[in-house]
């Protein structure tokens, strides 16, 4: 199981470090076999600890240049960062990158070897259209993916549930699930409002490898209390 956190533009440089301090010693001392990944904003990028995989939530196609506010892969490398996520909604929707783009983007990071978190989701009208309209809209956000990369992590997350509080229910994120299990077999999240009160349902449904979590990541003991929630008892 992968829990991932996305900090989106939330936390400090100082805020991150002091999170992941007490998150790495919480880990250490549990020793859940889970792989925990947290995404941190730009400014707050540090060397991955020993129980924590940081990745940046973005990053230009290109090793350094005249890209003004971005940045690229000389700046990921000093910290020792090969792990991003590529796609998040908020990207395609707010920051407007194409899918063209996105899949530039994929190319590059992945002839880097990067860990890629790749995200798609479909909007609320596409949702109310039905499982079919789904897939169509999901399977147009993979144009240009390679599917088949080993370093490949992809992470479903409707865009009306993000941030909304309300969770896809647990028909609708299997079905989508298997669904894209068809064509993938690399660990697929969910993402979309996870919280302590709903992770033990949502991990527990099949071809749910992870999931990707905003608001309810924020403070280490709401992460660390869902982890705690699905993990094995103790021998
Ligand atoms: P949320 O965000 O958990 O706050 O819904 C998830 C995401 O956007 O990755």
Redesign the pocket.
């Known amino acids: 199981m992968i829990f991932a956190a996305?900090f989106k533009m939330h936390h400090t440089r100082a805020g991150t470090a002091e999170y992941l301090k007490e998150l790495d010693t919480l880990l250490a001392q549990a020793e859940f076999p889970f792989k925990t990944l947290v995404f941190p904003p730009a400014t707050a990028l540090q060397p991955s600890t020993d129980w924590i995989t940081v990745g940046a939530q973005n990053a230009y196609p290109a090793e350094q240049g005249a890209y003004t506010g971005e940045i690229g892969l000389s700046q990921l490398e000093e910290f020792g960062i090969d792990t991003i996520l590529i796609g998040?909604s908020?990207r395609r929707n707010i920051l407007g990158e194409s899918q063209e783009f996105l899949a530039e983007k994929f190319a590059f990071y992945q002839e880097r070897g990067f860990q890629i978190v790749y995200c798609v989701g479909e909007p609320l009208e596409v949702r109310q259209q039905g499982d079919e309209a789904v897939a169509e809209h999901l399977w147009e956000q993979f144009v240009g993916i390679d599917l088949d990369y080993e370093r490949l992590i992809v992470a479903y997350?409707p865009v009306w549930?993000?941030?909304?509080g309300r969770a896809a229910k647990v028909e609708e994120i299997a079905s989508t699930h298997a669904e894209l299990r068809r064509r993938i077999a690399r660990p697929i999240l969910y993402?979309?409002?996870?919280k302590p009160t709903n992770i033990r349902e949502i991990a527990a449904i099949a071809d749910v490898d992870g999931v990707?979590?905003?608001?309810?990541s924020l403070e280490v003991r709401s992460f660390f209390a869902m982890m705690e929630a699905v993990a094995p008892p103790q021998v």
């Open positions: 996305n998040h908020e997350e549930a993000i941030g909304t993402g979309g409002s996870v990707l979590v905003g608001s309810a």
